[in-house]
C-alpha cells in the first residue's frame, strides 16, 4: 500500500456567505516527516467498527451519476492542484460558518491492484489563514497545527480496480462529531458526498429484531432473557431515526457479555454485529411486536414490545419473587390454546 499523491486545501466556509473566500492548495511531499507519517496513517489503516459502509446516490432522475464521485474519478486518474481544488470547492459550497474553516487532505494511492483515494478533512482556525501568503499556503507548519488533533477528523476510503467502473461504495467516518455513524455530520454525508449508509433502514432493523427474538427464545438463562427483553421494549424510544449497530444497540444498555453472544450468535455473519443502520421503529415492531413474560404460577402477561414496560408496573423481592401490576377496563376475554 503507498501513496503515489497528497494535496492540502485551505477551506473557509462558502455556504450562506454570498461569493466564497478563496481555497488555499499545494501538494505535500512524499516521504520522511509527522505530516507524511500522519496522513499515511490514515491512508494505510483498516476499516474499524467505527467506520461504516456508504454508496453514493444516484442523481435526481435514477441516472448512475453522482457529481461528488465524478470529481473523485477524476482526481484519482489525474491527481493535480487543479482537480483537487474542485473537490475543495464543492466541500466550501456546503460548509457554514458552524464547520468553520478546514484543512482538507486528498491523497491517491495504491492497494494492491487496487486504486485507492482518501478524502480527510481537519477543524482548524483562523491562526493559519497568516501562514498563506504570496507563495500559498505553508504546508510545512501544518505539522505544529494537526499533529495533535489525529483523532479529530473526517474521512472517506474508497478504493477499486477500476475507479471509473467501482467508487460507488466507500468506507466513511467522523471522528470529530463521535465514533458512530449516529453521529456523523448532515453537511459531509449527504451534502458533500450525496451519498447515505450502504445498509436500508429496514434490512438493518429487521436484522436486529430477529436476533433479538431469536436470542431470547434460545437462551436458557432468565437473567440473560430479562436483559434481552427490557432493550427491546425500550428500542423503538430511544432509537428511532437514530443510526446503530447491533453492538451500539447492545452497548448503549450495557448488557453483560452472556447477552451480547447470544445476539450475536443469532447472525449469519460476525462482522455485522458492527454494521450501522438507522433505526425504523414500524419494521421493529413488525418484527416483535409483542413482549410476553410467563410467570411460574401459570400467568401469561402480553402487551405491545414498546408498550410493556407502561402497562406493567414491575417489582422485585430479594427473594427472586416479581409482582406485576397494571389498571385499565376489560375489553375482552377469551379462550385459546397455548
Do not use: W
Given at each position: 500500500m503507498s501513496i503515489l499523491k497528497a494535496f492540502a486545501f485551505l477551506v473557509p466556509p462558502g455556504k450562506g456567505a454570498g461569493v466564497g473566500q478563496p481555497i488555499s492548495g499545494k501538494e505535500v511531499g512524499i516521504g520522511a516527516g509527522k505530516l507524511f507519517?500522519?496522513?499515511?496513517?490514515?491512508?494505510?489503516?483498516?476499516?474499524?467498527?467505527?467506520?461504516?459502509?456508504?454508496?453514493?446516490?444516484?442523481?435526481?432522475?435514477?441516472?448512475?451519476?453522482?457529481?461528488?464521485?465524478?470529481?473523485?474519478?477524476?482526481?484519482?486518474?489525474?491527481?493535480?492542484?487543479?482537480?483537487?481544488?474542485?473537490?475543495?470547492?464543492?466541500?466550501?459550497?456546503?460548509?457554514?460558518?458552524?464547520?468553520?474553516?478546514?484543512?482538507?487532505?486528498?491523497?491517491?494511492?495504491?492497494?494492491?491492484?487496487?486504486?485507492?483515494?482518501?478524502?480527510?478533512?481537519?477543524?482548524?482556525?483562523?491562526?493559519?489563514?497568516?501562514?498563506?501568503?504570496?507563495?500559498?499556503?505553508?504546508?510545512?507548519?501544518?505539522?505544529?497545527?494537526?499533529?495533535?488533533?489525529?483523532?479529530?477528523?473526517?474521512?472517506?476510503?474508497?478504493?477499486?480496480e477500476s475507479p471509473v467502473n467501482g467508487f460507488w461504495k466507500a468506507m466513511a467516518t467522523d471522528r470529530q462529531a463521535g465514533q458512530s455513524g449516529e453521529h456523523i455530520s448532515e453537511y459531509w454525508l449527504k451534502e458533500f458526498l450525496d451519498a447515505d449508509f450502504s445498509e436500508t433502514p429496514a434490512a438493518g432493523t429487521r436484522r436486529l429484531a430477529v436476533a433479538l427474538r431469536k436470542a431470547l427464545k434460545a437462551h436458557p438463562n432468565i437473567d440473560v432473557k430479562s436483559e434481552l427483553a427490557h432493550a427491546s421494549s425500550l428500542a423503538s424510544a430511544i432509537f428511532t431515526d437514530k443510526t446503530i449497530s447491533i453492538e451500539g444497540f447492545c452497548e448503549y444498555f450495557a448488557l453483560s457479555q452472556s447477552a451480547k453472544d447470544a445476539v450475536r450468535a443469532q447472525l449469519s455473519k460476525s462482522s455485522l454485529f458492527g454494521k450501522n443502520f438507522k433505526f425504523d421503529p414500524e419494521e421493529f415492531k413488525v418484527v416483535a411486536p409483542f413482549r410476553t413474560v410467563e410467570m411460574s404460577n401459570g400467568a401469561i402477561l402480553t402487551a405491545p414490545n414498546d408498550e410493556f414496560e407502561n402497562v406493567f408496573s414491575e417489582h422485585k423481592a430479594d427473594n427472586g419473587i416479581v409482582t406485576y401490576s397494571t389498571v385499565g377496563r376489560i375489553n375482552d376475554q377469551r379462550l385459546a390454546r397455548k
Open positions: 507519517e500522519m496522513l499515511d496513517s490514515i491512508f494505510s489503516g483498516d476499516a474499524s467498527k467505527h467506520d461504516f459502509e456508504i454508496v453514493f446516490n444516484h442523481s435526481a432522475t435514477g441516472e448512475q451519476y453522482n457529481e461528488c464521485r465524478r470529481l473523485f474519478v477524476e482526481f484519482t486518474a489525474d491527481a493535480t492542484v487543479e482537480n483537487g481544488l474542485k473537490i475543495a470547492q464543492r466541500l466550501q459550497n456546503v460548509s457554514d460558518h458552524r464547520s468553520g474553516l478546514g484543512l482538507l487532505f486528498l491523497i491517491s494511492g495504491t492497494n494492491g491492484l487496487r486504486r485507492r483515494m482518501v478524502v480527510s478533512r481537519f477543524p482548524t482556525d483562523q491562526a493559519v489563514l497568516a501562514e498563506v501568503n504570496e507563495k500559498g499556503l505553508n504546508v510545512e507548519f501544518l505539522e505544529q497545527v494537526f499533529i495533535k488533533r489525529l483523532s479529530s477528523y473526517k474521512a472517506v476510503c474508497l478504493q477499486h
